[in-house]
């Protein structure tokens, strides 16, 4: 079954890549807006340039966007067509409105980028924000729920192999949808505010004292912050989400194999062959605490469910690494605005800097683990509990070469997204644009 | 009329668009490179720029839609384009990825650069190529069974057919003579005459050759697929028709009325795209499915109606604010930003 392993591994692969556009697709709006906003009603050059700068950086990787959405958009079909023609019965309705929101957000974006000075109240150009920031989220909530709807199958019935009474709306709102798309909006919008705020530290912390850099750590700093709490809290329900409706997936990231009361909670580690952990930290009663709110609640573990069903028990490492990174990164958000609010000085040491400066991409990393987490975490389903990754996927034998290209595409497309960006901000610093904008002023004046 | 055919219509209309908005940016593409080539590209880049710019994302989401549409629709498709059709369907999404990502690179990156442009062209014709597999393998013929029941393509079949290759020839004609025949109009409007001087020559060049592969491949279904070519014959004054549109948009460039003529060309592909269509009824790939047995539940079907007319509501609007600010905006095609 070589097809199966390899359709897994490219699925994996694009929507790995596509996944780094896209969180930063569906966040990036919002902070132009904010940054214009402030620009708008303040009158500050800084903010405008701000906004322009963002959005000028924000086109290149919403074209990488797009097109790796729409490789995987097809790549559904090409490599799983049996799961594609079961399926498409079913969430065909998210998927359809998915595309209407992508058409929405794709034409207000190019309205927004090609009208700068050309509406003569200037607010009128600001509102062509809004559709783009409401398309780029009511995209991430269809596609979630489509992804939601293979967690939690509802809305349909199954009878001798064939569907009957099925419910399009009871599909799209299944169990698994809420904390998922709430999940995917508030870390998209927290690990965007990380890598703007990334990119202000660098220019700090390579000591350029430009006011825009400072302006532009503390507006993404504090939204940064904002939705890192708002992430855990979500998270949290994720958590219970998944205890009551895939006890399975929690169980594996927690290495929980007995049923049990006053369950503990289990931090890093390694497993051994005959599935004892070991190098632990256990904190004891804090997964019956985190699962049902007290200490002595009864957590199923793994050994409820038939070993062939059982996700793989790698999927703890992700676990670790999403969260861990999401407390570091919330508790370094709150320090650094305590410490702006209570004037400390420590922000603005070369080596805190740093630590800001890695928040962007360590944050880059969380969201990567979390889906591999919730990805692998319900193996082998691809539609849990009707059908398994390999009933899904294509007989065709040609996949691993199909693998071997896409490896090759994606890695052009990422080194070459990473060079032009580069290029385009260091050929074209803040300080030569802000000089720009003062001839021009003066020039007016004149 | 019954959900199913007015499901095939619906992404018959977006396929069209598709063909349409495209081809002029294939064939923009296309132009934009062979004219460095040939040492005249300071006459077309700027009229080029200002079109493509702002729309092509707008492009790629035509081509989703009508994807994500037939899979709503016609579940069944995916399984059998699915399966048969990984390889040139793959090689259209690279290529589609390198299109597009270098595009936003060599538009909003470098400016300028020589070798995004020539990738940008060179892909413009191989996409159109690729993608016409889809179409030539739906017409039958090109799918065998394989000795463990599943189902593959014929690449033999494929490369040594003169209808497949007639139909790639097609969409590379038809991409050109499109594209030519609205950049002619779009420079028209900028009123920027070299530019306009050398599209009008690109639409007389490609027109011919686009009308003469068309008709050869009504010629060819006769041996290709029976059943077809009698359908085909059974709507002969829809073709007709058509042919009638060909002259009088080539009547109209000739008068320089080239927004018309421009019109007449989409009128001429839009009449022969639906009757081709009609002309297959009632299959999406001959012989193994009809749009009776791949579609989808009724429930579903509806749904997906019901969200199609409220998408449309939004969709027309703001297509047309584009089309104001950028397509029929005089001021902004001449002067640009």
Known sequence: MESVEFSRYLTMLTLSVHVIFATVGVGIPIFIAIAHWLGLKNNDEHYLLMAKRWARGYVISVAVGVVTGTAIALQLALLWPKFMEFAGQLVALPLFMETFAFFFEAIFLGIYLYTWNRFKNPKHHFLLLIPVIIGSGMSALFITSVNAFMNTPQGFALVDGTLTNIQPLVAMFNPAMPTKVAHVLTSAYMTSAFILASIAAYHLWKGNRHEYHRKALALTMKIAFIFAIATAVVGDLSGKFLAEYQPEKLAAAEWHFETEGEAPLVLYGILTETKEVKYAIKIPYALSFLVHSNFTGEVIGLNEFPEEYHPPYFVHYFFDIMVTLGIWLTMLSMAYCIALWRKWKFIKTKAFRWLLLTSGPLAMVAIQAGWWFTEMGRQPWIMRGYMTVAEGATDSAHVPLMFVAFSVLYFILVVGTGVVLTRMFKNNPVEKELGELEIDQRSVAK | ?337
Request: aromatic letters at 18%.
């Open chain 2, 1 to 337: 009329m019954n959900v199913e055919i007015l499901g095939i219509s619906v992404l018959w209309l977006f396929l069209f668009g598709y063909v349409i908005v495209a081809s002029i940016d294939f064939g923009a593409g296309f132009f934009n490179a062979s004219t460095i080539v040939t040492r005249k590209h300071h006459i077309v880049n700027t009229v080029i720029q200002r079109y493509l710019s702002p729309v092509w994302e707008i492009t790629n989401v035509f081509l989703v839609f009508f994807f994500v549409g037939m899979i709503g629709f016609f579940p069944s498709t995916a399984y059998y384009f699915g399966t048969v059709l990984l390889i040139p369907i793959s090689i259209s999404i690279i290529l589609l990825a390198l299109r597009g990502s270098y595009y936003a690179f060599g538009t909003y990156g470098t400016k300028g650069h020589v070798g995004y442009t020539l990738m940008y062209g060179v892909t413009g014709v191989l996409i159109p190529a690729s993608l016409s597999t889809a179409l030539i393998v739906s017409q039958g013929g090109f799918i065998r069974e394989t000795a463990t029941g599943g189902i593959e393509l014929d690449y033999v079949a494929l490369f040594t057919s003169p209808f497949a290759w007639s139909i790639v020839v097609l969409s590379l004609t038809s991409v050109l003579f499109i594209s030519a025949s609205f950049l002619a109009y779009y420079s028209s409007v900028a009123e920027d005459k070299g530019a306009l001087k050398l599209f009008r020559k690109y639409t007389w060049i490609w027109s011919f050759p686009t009308i003469l592969t068309a008709l050869g491949i009504i010629i060819e279904m006769r041996w290709h697929n029976v059943v077809h070519y009698e359908g085909l014959l059974s709507l002969w004054w829809l073709f007709a028709l058509s042919f009638v549109c060909f002259i009088v948009s080539l009547m109209l460039l000739k008068k320089a009325s080239y927004g018309w003529s421009f019109i007449f060309v989409v009128l001429q592909f839009a009449i022969a795209f639906y009757a081709y269509g009609v002309s297959r009824y009632p299959y999406i790939l001959y012989p193994h499915l009809t749009i009776y047995d791949g579609f989808t539940n009724q429930t579903m079907a509806y749904a997906l109606v019901t969200v199609f007319i409220l998408g449309l509501l939004l969709l027309i609007p703001s297509l047309y604010l584009v089309f104001k600010l950028f397509i029929m905006n005089k001021p902004y095609i001449q002067k640009g930003k």
